[in-house]
């Protein structure tokens, strides 16, 4: 658990004091706030033999388990490459229906639920619909807009978010090296996780070079680097096109004609959808198209 997540395990704690804690907690928020990590520690607070008001011994037998990873009365559903399957959501419907080995609570923490395929969601309601005594569902998701109406309902929403910026900008600044400063960093402050895994991959050199080619479109200079960053990974498409997204923003701000920006931005997102639904995409085309549409509007 993170420093920044305090308000919401107080706000879960109090819940459980007034015996108002759902059996289904979604934990919903932008990706880099640490939802996982929150659900890990409340699925270990509602295993533990003698916890109060969600604070776990870290002693009892199912601490310890827990610790090892081999509690039996946890099941941890994630998805298999993109997706959930309904496989997976079975599985849980038989895990929470078989009695506690340890005698106690169970818990099933689905990770990015957002991911669960539309036949998996469906039976996943059929277990929401009929909760168990000692049996908690503990659900992440990116996006709540990703889940049907149904399962919304279902569900106690709790927002995970970098309520204090000050806190989470401390934390970071004691996880990354001194010597580095990027004046983009200040774009993620709400989400530190995501810098800081992204210092661990040893990308930021390559993220501080897609926005130097975003802050200068026109001139094009980092193309092809930018071009092999994307291929290398294609998940920092989503991370260019916020970059070109904020200075598109700037431009307007300055001046920029409203037609001249809708069809940056219609092109900015015709690329971002290419980039997700197409398949064997030739990307330095697209990429090359795009960059050819906002010179064409910077002029």
Known sequence: ???????????????????????????????????????????????CEHHQQLVRCGECKSCTLFEANTHPDLLMITSQGQSISVDAIRELASFVHHSAQQGGNKVAVIVNAHKMTHSAANALLKTLEEPNVGRY??????????????????????QVAVGDKRLASEWLVAQLPQEISYPWLAD????????????LN???AHIDTLYKFACDIKASHNFASA?????????????????????????LINGLALQAYNEAQNALYQFM???????????????????????STFK
């Open 188 to 199: 993620f402050s709400q989400q530190p996780l995501i810098v800081q895994q992204w210092y």
């Open 273 to 295: 959808s290419d980039n997700t639904q197409v398949l064997g995409l030739n990307q330095p085309l697209a990429l090359s198209k795009l960059v050819n549409t906002l010179k």
């Open 227 to 251: 071009q092999k960053i994307l291929s290398d990974y294609p998940d920092l498409v989503n991370i260019l096109c916020l970059f070109i997204q904020k200075q598109l923003k700037a431009k």
């Open 202 to 204: 040893e990308q930021l």
């Open 137 to 158: 569902l503990l659900l992440t998701c990116d996006d709540i807009s990703q889940l049907s109406a149904t399962i919304l309902s279902r569900c106690a929403k709790v």
């Open 1 to 47: 658990m993170y420093v920044w997540h305090e308000p919401v395990w107080q706000q879960l704690v109090q819940s459980q004091r007034q015996q108002r804690f759902h059996h289904a907690q979604l934990l919903h928020g932008l990706a880099g706030v640490g939802k996982q990590a929150l659900a890990i520690e409340l699925a270990q607070a509602l295993l």
